[in-house]
T-cell receptor, first 108, second 115 residues
Framework: DAKTTQPPSMDCAEGRAANLPCNHSTISGNEYVYWYRQIHSQGPQYIIH???NNETNEMASLIITEDRKSSTLILPHATLRDTAVYYC?????????FGTGTSLTVIP | DGGITQSPKYLFRKEGQNVTLSCEQNLNHDAMYWYRQDPGQGLRLIYYSQIVNDFQKGDIAEGYSVSREKKESFPLTVTSAQKNPTAFYLC??????????????FGEGSRLTVL
């Protein structure tokens, strides 16, 4: 069973904010949401994670809805180097469940 | 520098041959994982280990085997029983402390091609 659902692809203009949605409607109260990104043929790179509250770091912001059934990853000022596949993941204990990801293309 | 090292980066094998992919980490992580990725798809869990000398099957364990004799090492053997082994294989590790703390760290992957 897929624990997360993401749109397969999105485009974003360079310099604009990229908002990547994720649905995780079956998430349990103690399961965290993680976001990773993968540039072609490399290992995925950690971006951010959260449980209930919104989170921000130097790479991105994570907005989690109050019911925790969905979240949005925000890249505030997308650059061409942000072109990658972005994975929304639910962590259950020490298992990480990957969805099929969103392929983000940043357009000059 | 701390990290995860996978080898070889590229590997070719003939049908019917077993092949072992190496994964070593110096992050002092308890948990280690093997994922398989096919073109245009997400990551699927093959095996994971939360502690030395213990491991559990993931969603697609058939045709694969692992061992965890040392904390730092988690090799994956792709056996001849795996019907479609051509794929990109990713090894990862994480801490196993307080739930939600400690992200998953990945190696750079091994690309296996069966000729």
């Amino acid at each position: 069973d897929a624990k997360t659902t993401q749109p397969p692809s999105m485009d974003c203009a360079e310099g604009r904010a990229a908002n990547l949605p994720c649905n995780h409607s079956t998430i349990s109260g103690n399961e965290y949401v993680y976001w990773y990104r993968q540039i072609h043929s490399q290992g995925p790179q950690y971006i951010i994670h959260g449980l209930k509250n919104n989170e921000t770091n130097e790479m991105a912001s994570l907005i989690i809805t109050e019911d925790r059934k969905s979240s949005t990853l925000i890249l505030p000022h997308a650059t061409l180097r942000d072109t990658a596949v972005y994975y929304c993941i639910v962590r259950v204990g020490n298992q990480f469940y990957f969805g099929t990801g969103t392929s983000l293309t940043v357009i000059p | 520098d701390g990290g995860i090292t996978q080898s070889p980066k590229y590997l070719f094998r003939k049908e019917g041959q077993n092949v072992t992919l190496s994964c070593e980490q110096n992050l002092n992580h308890d948990a280690m994982y093997w994922y398989r990725q096919d073109p245009g798809q997400g990551l699927r869990l093959i095996y994971y280990s939360q502690i030395v000398n213990d491991f559990q099957k993931g969603d697609i364990a058939e045709g694969y085997s692992v061992s965890r004799e040392k904390k730092e090492s988690f090799p994956l053997t792709v056996t001849s029983a795996q019907k479609n082994p051509t794929a990109f294989y990713l090894c990862a590790s994480s801490g196993t402390g307080t739930p939600g703390t400690g992200e998953l760290f990945f190696g750079e992957g091994s690309r296996l091609t069966v000729l």
